[in-house]
Nanobody, 115 residues
C-alpha cells in the first residue's frame, strides 16, 4: 500500500510560482512511476508530468518549459515546481503513483491562479 499526501497549493497571481510536494508513505525508491495530474472544474483529469525510472520525463505540452517534476528518494517526496503560472493552470492537482500494478492517488491540493 502507498499513501500520498499533497501540500503546497494556494492562490497565486498570474506569472507567479508555486511548489507542490507529495509525501509518500514508505520508500518511493521502489515506485517506478510517479507523477502529477490536475482537474479543472467541468473538465477531465489530465496528466501534467510523469516520472518513470529509466525513461524520459513526460510533460503536458501546456506546461513544458514552465513546470518541473522532481523526486527526492531520501525524503520519499515528489515535487512539482510551477513557474509562470497562468489562470488556465487553475485546478486541483493530484499526486499519482503506480506500484505493483496498482494506481494510487493523493487527496488533491487546490491551485488557483488569479489576480
Amino acid at each position: 500500500q502507498v499513501q500520498l499526501v499533497e501540500s503546497g497549493g494556494g492562490l497565486v497571481q498570474p506569472g507567479g510560482s508555486l511548489s507542490l510536494s507529495c509525501a509518500a508513505s514508505g520508500s518511493i525508491f521502489s515506485i517506478n512511476t510517479m507523477g502529477w495530474y490536475r482537474q479543472a472544474p467541468g473538465k477531465r483529469r489530465e496528466l501534467v508530468a510523469m516520472f518513470t525510472w529509466g525513461r524520459s520525463t513526460n510533460y503536458a505540452e501546456s506546461v513544458k518549459g514552465r513546470f518541473t517534476i522532481s523526486r527526492d528518494n531520501a525524503k520519499n517526496t515528489l515535487y512539482l515546481q510551477m513557474n509562470s503560472l497562468k489562470p488556465e493552470d487553475t485546478a486541483v492537482y493530484y499526486c499519482y503513483a503506480l506500484y505493483r500494478r496498482t494506481d494510487y492517488w493523493g487527496q488533491g491540493t487546490q491551485v488557483t491562479v488569479s489576480s
